[in-house]
């Protein structure tokens, strides 16, 4: 299958990324059939190079360079914290209060390194309950949020939430393996819901401001609407944002 490509021209490639599809080979992930990079390389021609990083298990908007030049200038935007990335994310409960800030260092890809500061901005968008009894409760709450990270910490989002006891739906690493199971069982939902919804940045060689959005997949479309759940459209302001 192509990769979906949101945006291209001769510097810069913008894709909405699979959930399951690594971005490419690393210590990490070394035992996939295919590669992001692989296909797009085949798909476009040429070299391609990702300006930064989605985990395997996560959808949406991935930048990708024609050049090592311009990778590295996406990578200073990244570095910077002059991008802005939103993502939406179903989660187990229904945090409160229904907008925050998470607050709590993290380390990196290995848990025993030094913790950094990381701060993931939230808003909870939707809330439905489930009759389907899970352990002592007859019925499961869950919710959809927006998170917008201020930070680039290894697996960020995920961390966080499940640091204030609402972890992410479909996350093996470090959500409730009861709640993805409901999730398979129930809803026939198999991914993380976890997908990289818009990235505002500056184009690399024109300093265009640009914001690009990747569509949900059919899977994660299916569940919103068996839940009732609509996404926040264009506002004349721009983006729904979190509040800060």
């Known amino acids: 299958m192509p990769i979906d490509i949101l945006y291209q021209d001769d510097a810069l490639i913008a894709v909405n990324k699979p959930a399951g599809l690594p971005v490419h080979r ?21 070299n391609v190079h990702p300006a930064h990083r989605l985990d395997r298990a996560t959808s949406g908007v991935l930048l990708v360079a024609r050049s090592g030049e311009i990778a590295a200038a996406l990578g200073e935007q990244f570095m910077g914290r002059d991008v802005h990335k939103q993502y939406l994310v179903v989660v187990r409960g229904w945090p409160e209060p ?14 025993t390194g030094p913790r950094r500061e990381a701060r993931t901005r939230y808003r909870r968008l939707a809330t439905t309950e489930v009759p389907i009894a899970l352990g002592r409760y007859p019925q499961q709450r869950y919710a959809l949020l927006l998170a917008e990270p201020e930070s680039g910490r290894f697996r960020q989002i995920r961390k966080h939430l ?18 993805n199971r409901l999730y398979k069982q129930h809803f026939a939902c198999h991914r993380m819901l976890l997908h990289a ?15 690009l959005q990747a569509p949900l997949d059919g ?6 609407e068996r839940f009732g759940w609509t996404l926040p459209g264009d506002e004349p302001d721009g983006p729904p944002r979190c509040q800060r």
């Open 162 to 179: 499940a640091h204030i006891h609402h972890p992410v739906i479909g996350d093996c690493q470090h959500g409730r393996g009861d709640h």
């Open 197 to 211: 919804w818009r990235l505002d940045f500056r184009h690399p060689a024109t300093g265009e401001a640009m914001t």
């Open 219 to 224: 899977e994660y479309t299916a569940l919103l």
């Open 98 to 111: 229904a907008g925050g800030t998470i607050d709590y260092p993290l380390p990196g890809a290995r848990e």
């Open 26 to 46: 690393s210590a990490m992930v070394n035992d996939a059939e295919r590669y992001l990079v692989d296909v797009l390389r085949e798909q476009v021609g040429g």
